[in-house]
């Protein structure tokens, strides 16, 4: 294809990822708007994914998709709320990929759709599930032993002192009603740690431009006007982060404990019967 025959062919479609398809042309003209996802890429490259089975959750356009593919993954699925017809109709064949991408809401995924994975990817998703705990569980049901998961995803970045989930509804910081839950990294590690997956890396991504100082006054203007105070102050700053976690197969009394908890959680219990 010419380049004029690509550009028209990617005009077809709205992407949300800023894919390079060829020098000089990419599927859109403004990068994505998350400094973070940008910053993914480092990260990915410390990882081996060679001959490995690999999901991406809310894959949109795939641009995560389609590095991993070419960093050596044996096989790359991809599921979203809604497949991107771009990529399943222009960027999978124009690549000759073989990244498989398919419309599966993350609350219906099972281990008999696709099997287990050697990692996941569950970039920018965690704080728009309103219910987030059962599918981190299900992530992890899905993992191989000692595979690991990639969630990066917004957080509460001030409040350490305890383990926090903070679930808004029409008044959240973001502008966005589906932004709808929010972790400090306190709540988000125990939440692995119940899940028996080890914590590997915790890496904040701080936007040190000064675009950044705009997103801190948005967020203070948002609690001045809506008035959502504790002890008069209530200064709830949001951040982005990146949460490596691998899970645990060796058994312990800490992975008893968590299994025992797990049927008290999840399924039918006999501890307080006699």
Not at 133 to 160: Q, V, Y
Request: glycine share 4%.
């Amino acid at each position: 294809m010419t380049d004029e025959q690509i550009i028209n062919e990617l005009k077809k479609y709205s992407f949300y990822h800023r894919i390079k398809v060829k020098e000089g042309i990419y599927t859109r003209d403004t990068k994505n708007s998350h400094f973070s996802h940008r910053k993914l890429f480092k990260y990915l490259d410390t990882i081996d994914f060679r001959n490995k089975r690999v999901l991406d959750v809310g894959c949109r356009d795939g641009i995560f998709s389609f590095y991993i593919e070419k960093k050596g993954a044996k096989e790359v699925i991809g599921i979203d709320n809604f497949v991107s017809k771009g990529t399943v109709d222009f960027l999978i064949p124009y690549f000759n990929s073989k990244v498989k991408i398919y419309e599966k809401n993350l609350f219906d995924l099972s281990e008999s759709d696709f099997g287990k994975f050697d990692i996941i990817l569950f970039f920018g998703v965690l704080y728009h599930l309103r219910e987030p705990i059962s599918p981190m569980k299900r992530l992890s049901d899905l993992l191989e032993e000692d595979g690991l998961l990639l969630c990066e995803t917004a957080i509460i970045d001030n409040i350490e002192s305890k383990p926090i989930i903070y679930v808004p509804y029409n008044t959240g910081p973001y502008d966005d009603p589906t932004s709808c839950t929010f972790f400090n990294v306190q709540g988000l590690k125990e939440t692995f740690d119940s899940l028996n997956c080890e914590v590997l890396l915790i890496k904040k991504f701080i936007d040190r431009k000064f675009s950044n100082i705009k997103k801190i006054v948005k967020n203070i203007l948002w609690l001045i006007f809506n008035k959502n105070k504790i002890l008069g102050i209530d200064l709830i700053i949001l951040n982005r982060v990146l949460f490596i976690v691998k899970k645990n197969k060796i058994i312990t009394e800490k992975t008893k404990k968590i299994d025992k908890t797990h049927d008290y959680w999840y399924r039918s219990h006999k501890e307080h019967q006699d």
